[in-house]
């Protein structure tokens, strides 16, 4: 990652936005189902922290990949290449490409997606994001 040197900073901006926004969902790791469907705050605070997980974390593959002359079609492809590229391993990468899915139910609000779904994605994000963070930060520290 030769183009590391240049954007340093850009990347680590980026990259501590996507930390804060983790390290917020984490704080609900602990949030038991019946807590999480009482409390209409938590949930929608959950969903907002997913849906800002996902756009920063194709933020950075969007300027990663610019770097290595490649583009993304969608948040989706975003992930596929930065496997297909190795930036990230494929399996992780496959993983983080269907939480955009997610993120596209509920910004645009497409037909219903049920708390059970919300809920139980809480813990595929902070496992699946956080061995992103993991390689993403290696390349810098």
């Known amino acids: 990652m030769n183009w590391l040197r240049e954007d340093k900073e850009i990347f680590i901006s980026k990259l501590n936005y ?5 390290e917020e969902l984490k704080s ?8 999480y469907i009482e409390d209409k705050i938590k949930r929608r605070a959950i969903e907002r922290l997913l ?3 996902v756009e920063v974390a194709c933020d950075i593959n969007s300027f ?7 583009t993304a079609e969608s948040y989706h492809d975003s992930f596929i290449k930065m496997g297909e590229t ?9 993983k983080l490409a269907r939480t ?21 994605n809480i813990s ?3 496992e ?10 290696s390349k810098v520290f």
Request: charged residues 25%; aromatic residues 16%.
């Open 128 to 137: 699946f994001y956080g061995k992103y963070l993991k390689i993403l930060g």
């Open 86 to 94: 190795g930036i990230v391993e494929k399996d992780i990468a496959s």
């Open 51 to 53: 849906q800002l997980i």
């Open 100 to 120: 955009t899915g997610l993120r596209n139910r509920i910004i645009h609000e497409y037909g219903e997606y049920k708390d059970e779904v919300v809920y139980k």
């Open 28 to 35: 609900f790791e602990s949030l038991v189902f019946l807590q």
């Open 64 to 70: 990663v990949l610019s770097k290595s002359g490649v």
């Open 18 to 22: 996507l930390k804060n926004y983790y």
């Open 124 to 126: 595929i994000f902070i």
